[in-house]
T-cell receptor, first 114, second 112 residues
């Protein structure tokens, strides 16, 4: 059972454009929703995260939008740059992690064309 | 990935061989995890350890054993490697007020 569904699988955006990646979750016990950025040969690195008590969180060019009723959240990258080219994973977890840890989406391979 | 160190970075095994992947943290956190990453599959949890001496199975534990002998180290053992265990393995710790996870840089394992 895939508890976090991520789309699209791959995405090509022109430099300066907006990149949008979407995720949907099933487990209503989740209360922490991070996005990870991964470059080839590296481990996932936390990019930005949100908890369900807010509908949006912005950090620089990166914004998470969260819709609790729809059980969906998305990552928006404004003014996308070639250096943003990477694989992005959404994830979800319950408070304290526990034996479930993070449940990941399958990832989006993002390419920013110069 | 400061704070979480994985060794080795690369390994090639023959089917049936055994090996142990090592993970060490210097952040003094209790919870540690082992994940595997396969193309198009995201990261999937293999095992979890809440503290020294305790471990729990994750989503894909078959073919693996783990050991948490102290707070700092969490090892993953493959007793008889199979080609299906070819993957990139990541160790992670849970910190930052029980929400932030930090990952190591990974071990790329190939079983031939």
């Amino acid at each position: 059972q895939q508890q976090v569904k991520q789309s699209p699988q791959s995405l090509i955006v022109q430099k300066g454009g907006i990149s949008i990646i979407n995720c949907a979750y099933e487990n209503t016990a989740f209360d922490y929703f991070p996005w990870y950025q991964q470059f080839p040969g590296k481990g996932p690195a936390l990019l930005i995260a949100i908890r369900p008590d807010v509908s949006e969180k912005k950090e620089g060019r990166f914004t998470i939008s969260f819709n609790k009723s729809a059980k969906q959240f998305s990552l928006h990258i404004m003014d996308s740059q070639p250096g943003d080219s990477a694989t992005y994973f959404c994830a979800a977890s319950r408070a304290g992690g526990g034996a479930d840890g993070l449940t990941f989406g399958k990832g989006t391979h993002l390419i920013i064309q110069p | 990935n400061a704070g979480v160190t994985q060794t080795p970075k690369f390994q090639v095994l023959k089917t049936g061989q055994s090996m142990t992947l090592q993970c060490a943290q210097d952040m003094n956190h209790n919870s540690m995890y082992w994940y595997r990453q396969d193309p198009g599959m995201g990261l999937r949890l293999i095992y979890y350890s809440a503290s020294e001496g305790t471990t729990d199975k994750g989503e894909v534990p078959n073919g693996y054993n783990v050991s948490r002998l102290n707070k700092r180290e969490f090892s993953l053992r493959l007793e008889s490697a199979a080609p299906s265990q070819t993957s990139v393995y990541f160790c992670a710790i849970l910190g930052q007020g029980n929400y932030g996870y930090t990952f190591g840089s990974g071990t790329r394992l190939t079983v031939v």
